[in-house]
Every structure is written in structure tokens, then in C-alpha cells.
């Protein structure tokens, strides 16, 4: 009787204590399995005075050696034989820094880039992008750059070029040359002025997409992907015909 009397106490103090407790864990765990997730940091790079003196104190005879390992694909010069991996010659070190930064960061995920990032200390960063960006841009014809492509045709060169000066108003799409420059190139922005179409298009794509996301405040996102499939390749063109080395605009007849 008393053993009875003794298990039914523990069973009312269980049902009043306990069981609330478990309905309130279990409904903040479906609260919280059905909120969103925070939001995605794109890059850890904070342009700050201290980082741009850190990425801009690169010794570039010890980035030259560094480069050794990086010369199997993007060239002797800096230049590379395929099309689709992008040329760093006269890269501006500002960009190369950061995008180096976020391969090693995940930021920008590479099966390539960031494992030969990741081990790279800042220094070893800054190093490689003070070397390429002092790499000339000058033809070689001994060397088997892909860049530049064969001459595009005069529509699409017009249109690519109207996107570079102009911009779409009704688009509300800006002037490419605002960020990148009238010859495709400008402090702290990705050079484009020699840079190769398949790598050019594929970027384009991916940030259309979503797939590469390490673009801070999210310009090139919201760029790309008001760009049509179109006016993709009219872009990549234009840049890896080596149309942007020479006044912003330009239309060469095929």
C-alpha cells in the first residue's frame, strides 16, 4: 500500500513538474528548427587602414618564389594556355589579396584554390600579390597564353560595349567601367583588361547564381543577375578579345 501510495506521488510530481519542462523544450526546438538561418557572411576581409597596409606591404621577390607552385596553371607570365583559368599578370594586389583570403577562408570555395590557399600565411598572401601585380601584360610569342581570343563580331562587340559605358537605365544596371575602370582596370577592383573569356563568362554565371557569393554588399550579385545569358558573353568576349585594353567603348569590326 505504501509503495503504491509512493509511486503515485512521483507520478503526479512528474506530470507537473517534468512533463511541462519537456513541451517547453521541444517547442523551442521546433521554433528554432523553423527559423531562418543568419545571414551569410561573404567575405572576411574588412577593408580596414590596417588591412590595407598588410595587403600592400608584399615583398615581391619572395612572391616570385611562392609562384613557382601556382605557375602549372596560371603561366611563367602569369598568363594561362586555358581559357577558363583566369590570367593574374598586373593584377591589382588589393583584389588578388582578398580573393587569395577568401579561398583560404572557404569564403570563396575552390576544390583547386583553397587548399593551396588555406596553409599561405597573410604574409606569404601579400607576397604573391605584390609579384603579380608588378607581371607586364606586353605579347609574347613565345609563350601559349589562350589570351587574347580571336576578334568578336561587331553586334556583339557593340553590345558589350554599351554595358561597359552606359550601363541599362531601365534595367538599373550601372556602367561596368564604374568599378572596373575604362580600360578594365582600377585600384582595388579585379583587373579585366587581359583577362580570359571562359574564366570572365564562368565567374559571371556563378555570381548570377549564387554559386560564388564572396562579393561584398553584394554588387556583383545583384549585376549578374540582371545581365542576360546574352550579354554574359558579350561581356567575356569583348574583356578576352583584348577589346578592354584600349578606350572604354571600343567596336572592332570583325
Known amino acids: 500500500m505504501a509503495y503504491s501510495r509512493q509511486a ?43 588591412t590595407i597596409k598588410e595587403a600592400s606591404q608584399g615583398d615581391a621577390l619572395r612572391g616570385l618564389l611562392i609562384a613557382k607552385r601556382c605557375e602549372h596553371c596560371h603561366g611563367s607570365e602569369a598568363f594561362s594556355a586555358s581559357p577558363d583559368i583566369p590570367n593574374l599578370a598586373a593584377m ?18 575552390s576544390a583547386i584554390m583553397s587548399p593551396i590557399a588555406a596553409p599561405l600565411s597573410h604574409a606569404d598572401i601579400a607576397d604573391l600579390a605584390a609579384y603579380y601585380s608588378l607581371m607586364p601584360t606586353s605579347a609574347d610569342p613565345f609563350d601559349k597564353r589562350a589570351f587574347p581570343r580571336l576578334p568578336i563580331p561587331a553586334a556583339q562587340s557593340a553590345r558589350a560595349a554599351q554595358l561597359i559605358v552606359l550601363g541599362d537605365a531601365q534595367r538599373g544596371l550601372p556602367p561596368c567601367q564604374s568599378c572596373h575602370g575604362p580600360v578594365g582596370f582600377k585600384n582595388g577592383a579585379p583587373s579585366l583588361s587581359v583577362q580570359n573569356e571562359d574564366y570572365l563568362f564562368n565567374q559571371l554565371r556563378d555570381f548570377s547564381t549564387g554559386a560564388r557569393s564572396n562579393d561584398i554588399n553584394m554588387p556583383m550579385r545583384t549585376v549578374a543577375a540582371l545581365l542576360t545569358e546574352e550579354d554574359r558573353h558579350a561581356l567575356a568576349a569583348y574583356y578576352g578579345s583584348g577589346l578592354g585594353q584600349l578606350p572604354a567603348g571600343t567596336v572592332l569590326a570583325k
Open 8 to 50: 503515485h506521488y512521483i507520478r503526479t510530481a512528474f506530470a507537473a513538474f517534468a512533463l511541462p519542462a519537456l513541451f517547453s523544450v521541444f517547442f523551442s526546438l521546433s521554433s528554432s528548427s523553423n527559423s531562418q538561418p543568419p545571414p551569410r557572411i561573404p567575405s572576411n576581409v574588412a577593408w580596414t587602414p590596417a
Open 92 to 109: 591589382d594586389r588589393l583584389s588578388l589579396w582578398k580573393q587569395m583570403m577568401d579561398f583560404a577562408s572557404r569564403k570563396r570555395n
